[in-house]
């Protein structure tokens, strides 16, 4: 032994192992997994190939050119039950692929696409999705988390987020992302009170977005969702505020749902239920006060 003491091995990132064969880990830059994983700063977790571009896309623009801010994405299902000319494995691949692709557009650090099947996750197939996030989450402790919000109204979107909740419950409070937020696809935060709402700017050009989503033809050619998430972004911007001038040309409205995820005995019901009447009780009061004058 020599005269100082040596220092101490470097913590090793946990491996992974997918619980569905056709998993597939898809690194642009190249390089091992494991310390790519490490890397990550910002994670998106979505049901769908095309989802991240969308719920996502504040901490893809965010990590866009940046050496220090890492991107990376999940997605739960394989896509097989999308609206396409193509069916089965066929479509399968072709999102898969697809998927990857937006991840090189994207300069995502990752992106990890776990395959299961959308009626499974929504039934009692939940539990192996949330033992693969589980792993997912220890292996990039991400500072920020963007998940499908509450109220989305795709139910497959909601089973993700239960998946996606039960795996952060199950780390310690150190090990939890700083920030988690649900975020907008499928149906507005317009039901939510402006004080809970969060506005995430988009910094990056105007066909940023629509090219990202352009990628995934096998979508966008029955459904134009590269023009409707731009135009939802910027509309969102300037409806923000009835009385002050636009704080950004682009915004993704956003639920914090750090609170919800802190304490294990809120149920998702109940958290949504707070929310609406919140709303429900500040709109029938402003009526009441003009009624009134």
Known sequence: ?????????????????FFRPQADTHIPAGG??????????????????????????????????????????????????????????????VRMDEQKRA??????????????????IRGTGRKSLTTDLLQILKATKPKTLYL????????THIAVLLACLDALRQLS??????????????????WVPADKVVRLPCPAPADFGPSLLR??????????????????????????????????EEVVLALNLKPLVDNPKLSLTDFVSA?????????????RRLESA
């Open 32 to 93: 091992d997994l494991a310390p790519t994983l490490a890397s990550i700063t910002h994670l998106g977790i979505g049901a769908h190939a095309d989802d991240l571009e969308i719920m996502a896309y504040p901490g893809i623009c965010g990590c866009r050119g940046q050496k220090n801010l890492r991107f990376a994405g999940v997605v739960a299902t394989d896509g097989a039950g999308a609206p396409s000319k193509l069916s089965g494995q066929d479509l399968v691949k």
């Open 275 to 287: 929310l609406t009447g919140d709303f429900q009780k500040q709109t029938l009061d402003r009526i």
């Open 215 to 248: 990628v995934f033809r096998s979508q966008v050619d029955g459904k134009r969702y590269d023009l409707a998430a731009a135009g939802r972004r910027r509309a969102q911007a300037t409806f923000a505020d009835a009385y002050k001038p636009d704080q950004a």
């Open 1 to 17: 032994m020599g005269l100082f003491p040596q220092p101490p091995p470097p913590a090793e990132t946990p491996s992974v192992k």
């Open 148 to 155: 499908h919000n509450p109220a989305d109204r795709h139910e």
């Open 103 to 120: 991840a090189d557009l994207g300069g995502y650090a990752a992106v990890i696409q776990l395959a299961h099947p959308s009626a499974e």
């Open 173 to 190: 409070s150190g090990e939890r992302p700083a920030e988690i937020f649900g975020c907008e696809v499928w149906g507005d935060l317009d």
